[in-house]
């Protein structure tokens, strides 16, 4: 099939498959059928455990593989997928064999890169009229060749069965059917609803439900199970189906995809001579179903842990948030019976800091899983209640947060909450227009850091102004908190333009 040649080709850009496409010589009715055969290329990949490609010719005789599916099941034969490459017919003779003779090749070969022998079954696609469009080819480790043939033959008539409706195009409707993987189980029922097969991993899947015996030859009426119900209903819409179901405790992902194929007489005569089949009433058309079966008991069950732990840390979140509020209401209270404006305004300040704490919590609370909040929501939030807590109602502020919503993880959040707090109350304090005071907050986005700008227009520092030596409590627990939570730096000075700036950088942190 496709040398090592072709596997070391560099991949095609989408503008080349594009033109590649309009090289194609399809009619639409072409297009359309090949459609149908790529839908179910995926999931006769999974069941074969094979590699599948479909061939279309070009207008310079060359070969397109028009698409490629990699096998979940295992792995693949091929590092990347290989839709939209294009292949000297000499490289391919088997597929330029079927192409030519409308004939089923079979044969051996190796790829030359890997040095694995694979056997390669080519088959021609052609339209109701007989015209041959294109090729499908099964490419299958030599590994994986002998596993089949020990398996059922029951099973290997089907795999037949089925491959044959993706030739025919009748394997569109199985695009939402999830791809089957390497520990999922696999059953076979016929028109009756008996069990015909049930592979190594099905067999365990249902050990885990209780059923220790050889369910083959079991019908599935009588499992306490929902596998009668779901392939009734698969039978009568003729639509493949996929549910989630839970059975004695157990988290199953169930898919049906319904069967119906034409039979050879030799093919029915050898079934009824070996396997005492009564043969369903459909003629020459045999009905049956694949069952795809796969536990997801422990992925569902840590979600379901997930979810707990979520919503118990959710309600911590909300009691601390409440307690945080009560003290900080307490504080408030008592601001206003004490007559002493230094006092008071202080307590004020206090409340305001335990307030930013508490609008962590209550941006945690409803936060998914309470990974991450909004920068800009942040310092939303504080600057409304700063401005309740520290200035009266008679006096308007113009207060102003522009830039991106950064997601901060708790506990940086955290500590610019505080931040934000205390910058906000700083320009408050020194606002050049104490009765009309002006905030602006400014969030920028640096790749891998944050800044974030707390401008007073107006204002500015005195001339031997020193950060180190001079500032109150709040600059101080700012540059604690700076350099001890957010390990980030921290920058106060005055702008020709803009007034005094407060410049706090950090660098961004991955939610755990």
């Known amino acids: 099939m496709v040398t090592g040649l072709v596997a070391r080709a560099a991949p095609r850009t989408e503008e080349q498959k594009v033109e590649l496409w309009e090289d194609l010589p399809l009619s639409v009715d072409a297009r359309a059928y090949l459609e149908r055969v790529r839908a179910g290329l995926s999931l006769m990949a999974d069941l ?4 599948l490609f479909i061939y279309v010719p070009d207008k310079a005789g060359n070969l397109v593989i028009y698409a490629h599916a990699r ?24 597929v330029g064999q079927t192409l030519a003779t409308g004939r089923v090749v079979r044969w051996q070969r190796e790829i030359l890169e890997q040095g694995a022998p694979l056997l390669e079954a080519v088959y021609p696609l052609y339209l109701s009229q007989g015209t041959i469009v294109g090729a499908l080819v099964i490419e299958t480790n030599m590994m994986e060749a002998e596993r089949l043939k020990l398996r059922s033959r029951v099973f290997r008539y089907a795999l037949r069965w089925i491959r044959n409706m993706l030739i025919a195009g009748n394997l569109e409707n199985v695009a939402h059917i999830s791809p089957f993987r390497e520990m999922d189980g696999i059953i076979l029922v016929d028109s009756a609803r008996v069990i015909r097969y049930m592979s190594g991993r099905g067999r365990g899947i249902y050990r885990r439900l209780g059923y220790l015996g050889d369910l083959v030859g079991y019908p599935l009426r009588h499992l306490d199970t929902d596998d009668n119900r779901l392939v009734i ?3 009568t819409t003729n639509f493949p189906l996929e549910v989630e179901v839970k059975e004695r405790e157990r988290y199953l992902i169930k898919s049906v995809i319904p069967i119906h194929a034409p039979i050879p007489f030799y093919e029915r005569w050898l079934l009824r001579l070996w396997h005492g089949w009564r043969w369903p009433p459909y003629g020459r058309i045999w009905q049956g179903a694949f069952i795809l079966v796969r536990d997801v008991t422990e992925e569902r069950r840590s979600e379901e842990e997930l979810r707990t732990k979520s919503m118990l840390l959710r309600e911590v979140h909300h009691r601390v948030k409440n307690n945080l509020q009560t003290i900080a209401s307490l504080l408030r209270m008592q601001a206003r ?28 609370q409803y936060q998914e899983g309470g990974a991450q909040v909004g920068m800009r929501e942040l310092c939303q939030q504080v600057l409304r209640h700063v401005r309740d807590a520290v200035l009266p109602d008679d006096i308007p502020a113009d207060f102003r947060v522009e830039g991106p919503n950064i997601r901060l993880v708790g506990q940086q959040a955290t500590a610019m909450a505080l931040i934000v707090n205390e910058l906000v109350l700083n320009a408050i304090n020194h606002s050049a227009t104490p009765k009309r005071p002006r905030v602006v907050l400014q969030v920028l986005d640096m790749g891998p850091l944050v800044r974030l700008q707390v401008i007073n227009p107006g204002d500015r520092l005195p001339e031997d102004f020193d950060l180190g030596q ?25 702008h020709p333009r803009w007034g005094v700036v407060a410049e706090v950088t950090f660098q961004k942190r991955k939610a755990s």
């Not at 074969?48 to 590699?51: E, I």
């Not at 096998?71 to 088997?94: D, K």
């Open 48 to 51: 074969s455990r094979s590699d």
């Open 71 to 94: 096998p979940h099941s295992m792995a693949s034969l091929y590092p990347e997928e290989l839709t939209g490459r294009r292949i000297p017919l000499t490289e391919v003779p088997g």
């Open 233 to 235: 209903q698969a039978f």
């Open 337 to 364: 019976r004490i007559d002493h404006e230094e006092a008071r305004r202080h307590l004020l300040m206090a409340a305001s800091r335990v307030r930013a704490v508490a609008d962590i919590h209550e941006f945690l």
């Open 470 to 494: 001079g500032g109150g409590l709040g600059l101080k627990i700012v540059q604690t908190l700076v350099k001890n939570e957010l390990g980030g730096e921290f920058r106060l000075y005055t």
